[in-house]
């Protein structure tokens, strides 16, 4: 194929891939199957790799890929991004609008565009020629934040504006996702907007409720402290200097408005909106035209019944004078704009008394401190539960047993103790620290940043079922046929209680539950003797240990060679392995020192499990100019990244360290060096200097 047809080719897909990923990512409604999708992607990767030449930044090959940024820069926004008055209160909304008409000199009803506030993080995205060049925050309104290469990553952002392709003037039908409010859109006429030279376009990421559910449960496994909020979340997703870690958390955006424009002019903003809509741009389907103040009213009242069927927050509506000229003539104020306001839905709280405080364990062994409180009807729902987060929040609200508190329905679904009113106080109150042993097991509890976790993880009640999929799975010891439902059915007959107990299944016991017939029962036994001989990397990724993913699995397989050596190890032992840091090596400690898992762990010994063990190969003596020797890197180093320094001194028989300890021979300081820099003066540690290392490893 002749170059000029390739290039030609390659836009084809882009253009046609651009048009399916607004299809699905914007209007919710795809006219190809994944797999036909997945085809032209494949397609436009395969000549791209093939002419890395006709690769450009707005190609949808690009979203993901960029390298990690050491720290973001600047962009300034050409007109800046103010932010909006409040209000709380119908006669709030109402004075907004009075002072409207006084300002203009009118006695007739302003014609207002209501739109759903969301609450993300507002960004602006740069568009020349209808291609995507930068994006940034909102920053102090004058001046944001550079981050493009993150929000590539979000799939409703559109790399090119569409320009009529595929597009019909017909009535395009919106369905909330999972919520069945059908939403009609008005009709688009793409033909009517001609794609500007230059537009900047304002816009809220967010990230959906559900996803924000799954991303604090992912967090919670890890160790890693929870977001408070979806707002939080999602500021922090696009905060990150990794785009991939950005892509990770599916984040969304709606469009509301634009910057500076060229090439196009429009009348009024509904007008910008269809616009919007019409360059592929993702616009809340609840946008509506009000007549008057009356119908923004109605509104709002109709909005604020429909949150708690949402899949995403509002924290109210906003409020814009429709005609761009009468913007224009109202101008605005040192910070926010006079055409717009902000009317906020009315808070979800109550007073109510908590009586007691109790601790639930969670599937992943975190535990929760939950507040057992008077019945109060909060929203429209009678709620008796709320959630105290963790033992700092506890601290912070000092909230006691016997308190008086405002509590609220955060997201309008889950209940949270605001704060104490203190003055309600009698002097009985009681002061709650979380157990130091798990209620349910009673194995020692540890705390891994503001979460406290049961330590009893191979036995716990409330954390069999998980521990039993993580075990069985592929990359752990592939028990293969055992699904989540099996699981369930297992652990809620009674039939496995720990994880040692899968190799003690009988096929007898199998038949007797529904939908299990001779064949399958015979196929799960044979699957489960065949995981009996596991490599040792995935035994001990297998066990669940906090913190311990494959990757480190693999490291201490290599390091320690048996499981019974790496159970005998202390905390200093484990800190002086590669990638192994104070938080790690204590979770790795607490639970080889817990009786209830070492239970299980000779348990699976007897059921026939063989605990393989590697033999470990030696730099030979003279080979490695650093054999012995123990480095620890931190700040920033100028001649190496930080995994070429490791690689080195492994390659020349020396071993890294990731946290600090006596067992360390040399700190290497860069640029920066942090607290481990300290720790290591305090410990009296050889600290070297780059250039020293530099000239040990020539």
């Known amino acids: 194929m002749k170059k000029d047809n390739i290039e030609k080719e390659i836009e084809h897909l882009k253009e046609e891939i651009n048009f399916h990923n607004y299809r699905y990512y914007v209007l919710d409604s795809p006219v190809i199957s994944d797999a036909e999708y997945d085809k032209l992607l494949r397609k436009l990767e395969k000549l791209e790799t093939e002419h890395p030449d006709l690769i450009t930044s707005d190609s949808p090959t690009q979203r993901i890929g960029a390298k990690p ?55 602006e995205l740069v568009y020349r020629d209808g291609r995507f060049k930068t994006g940034s925050t909102r920053g102090d309104g004058y001046t944001g934040e550079d981050v493009t290469q993150n929000l590539k990553t979000i799939k409703s952002i559109p790399m090119r504006l569409l320009q009529g392709q595929g597009m019909k003037d017909t009535e395009v039908s919106f369905m909330v996702r999972g919520q069945g409010i059908e939403i009609p859109q008005s009709t688009i006429q793409n033909s009517q907007f001609k794609v500007p030279s230059r537009i900047e376009v304002r816009g809220e990421v967010f990230i959906p409720l559900k996803v924000f559910e799954r991303l604090n449960e992912e967090r919670s496994k890890t160790g890693e402290p929870l977001f408070a909020n979806p707002r ?83 924290d109210g509506i906003v409020i814009k004078v429709n005609s761009l000229e009468l913007q224009e003539r109202l101008g605005v104020l040192t910070r926010s704009p006079r055409w717009a306001l902000a009317y906020k839905f009315k808070p979800r709280q109550e007073t109510t008394r908590i009586k007691n405080i109790e601790i639930g364990v969670g599937r992943t062994g975190a535990l929760t401190p939950v507040a057992i409180m008077e019945p109060v009807i909060v929203g429209g729902v009678t709620i008796e539960r709320a959630t105290l987060h963790n033992q700092d929040e506890i601290d912070r609200k000092d909230v006691r047993v016997d308190d008086t508190v405002i509590v609220q329905r955060a997201g309008d679904v889950i209940p949270e103790v605001v704060m104490v009113i203190k003055e309600k106080r009698t002097g009985k109150e009681k002061v709650f620290k979380i157990p130091e042993r798990c209620p349910l097991c009673s194995s020692m ?97 297998a066990l669940g240990i906090r913190q311990v993913g494959e990757r480190t699995a693999q490291v201490l397989a290599e390091e320690f060679g048996s499981l019974k050596i790496l159970m005998g190890a202390d905390k200093e032992r484990l800190l002086s ?13 607490d639970f080889f020192h817990e009786p209830h898992n070492i239970k299980v762990i000779e348990k699976l010994k007897k059921a026939g499990v063989v605990f393989p063990e590697m033999i470990k190969t030696e730099v030979p003596s003279g080979r490695g100019k650093l054999s012995g020797k123990t480095f620890l890197f931190t700040g920033a180093l100028e001649s190496f990244s930080r995994d070429e320094a490791r690689e080195l001194v492994e390659k020349l028989g020396g071993k890294t360290a990731s946290g600090v300890s006596k067992n360390i021979d040399y700190v290497v300081g860069g640029s920066e060096p942090g607290s481990k820099y300290d720790k290591a003066r305090k410990l009296g540690l050889k600290i070297i200097t780059e250039d020293e290392f530099r000239k040990m490893v020539k």
Not at 85 to 112: C, G, M, P, Q, W
Not at 510 to 534: C, F, G, M, Q, Y
């Open 69 to 123: 940024l050491e720290a973001f820069g600047n962009i300034k926004h050409t007109v800046p991004m103010l932010s909006l008055s409040n209000a709380f209160t119908r006669e709030e909304a109402v004075d907004f609008d009075n002072r409207i008409k006084k300002l203009l000199k009118i006695d007739s009803s302003i014609e207002y565009v209501a739109e759903p506030k969301m609450d993300g993080l507002a960004v």
């Open 232 to 314: 939080n979340a999602a500021a922090g997703s696009l905060r990150q200097l990794d785009p991939r870690i950005t892509a990770s958390r599916h984040l969304d955006i709606f469009c509301y408005g634009v910057g500076a424009v060229e090439g196009i002019r429009f009348k009024t903003h509904w007008e910008t909106l269809q616009a919007l809509k019409a360059f592929g741009f993702k616009v809340n389907p609840l946008i509506k035209i009000c007549n008057s103040i009356e119908d923004v009213l109605d509104y709002h009242r109709e909005i604020e019944d429909k949150t708690i069927r949402l899949p995403h927050e509002l």
């Open 445 to 541: 509890v540890e705390r891994v940043g503001s979460i406290h976790y049961c330590t009893g993880g191979l036995s716990c009640p409330a954390q069999v079922k998980e521990t039993i999929r993580h075990f069985a799975s592929k990359r752990a010891m592939d028990i293969e046929g055992l699904g989540d439902k099996h699981i369930e059915q297992f652990v809620d007959n009674g039939i496995i209680k720990d994880v040692a107990d899968l190799y003690f299944l009988k096929k007898g016991d199998i038949l007797k539950l529904e939908r299990w017939a001779e064949k399958s029962a015979e196929n799960l036994i044979d699957a489960v003797e065949k995981s009996k001989t596991p490599a040792l990397s995935r035994l001990i990724y």
């Open 577 to 589: 392995v590669r990638d192994i840091g104070p938080e790690t090596a204590e979770s790795i400690f």
